[in-house]
């Protein structure tokens, strides 16, 4: 039973950073995936960044390449999300969700992570 905890969350200004954290509550044997995904109020789900356990190969969505960085420290069990150049319509609740066995990341498909962690909140101003 892997329970994911996302913190990191907040309210910015427009062209600022945040870095958010995914700690998973037990370690994961397997080859895994981990995934961030956001939902804006009133629109889908929608995949931001994956990486595999191993940090082999990395994905991103077009709308934060070169502006989010997703990375990933196995003994402390945590993904991180660093969110440089934060716009409006990067608000929305951030998820971390944990795929396995995966090899590849995959952020068009958040149907095939097993497991997904409560959001964090990310609100960013003009």
């Known amino acids: 039973q892997v329970k994911l905890v996302e913190s990191g969350g907040g309210s910015v200004q427009a062209g600022t950073s945040l870095r958010l954290s995914c700690k998973a509550t037990?370690?994961?044997?397997?080859?895994?995936?981990v995934g961030w995904f956001r939902q804006a109020a009133g629109k889908e789900r929608e995949g931001v960044a994956a990486?595999?356990?191993?940090?082999?190969?990395?994905a991103y969505a077009d709308s934060v390449k070169g502006r989010f960085t997703i990375f990933l420290d196995n003994a402390r069990a945590t993904v991180y999300l660093e969110m440089n150049n934060l716009n409006p319509e990067d608000t929305a609740m951030y998820y971390c969700?944990?795929?396995?066995?995966?090899?590849?990341?995959?952020?068009?498909?958040?149907?095939?992570?097993?497991?997904w962690g409560q959001g964090t909140q990310v609100t960013v101003s003009s």
């Open positions: 037990a370690a994961i044997a397997n080859r895994y995936c």
């Open positions: 969700a944990i795929d396995f066995p995966c090899w590849v990341p995959d952020v068009g498909r958040p149907g095939v992570y097993k497991h």
């Open positions: 990486i595999t356990s191993g940090a082999e190969a990395t």
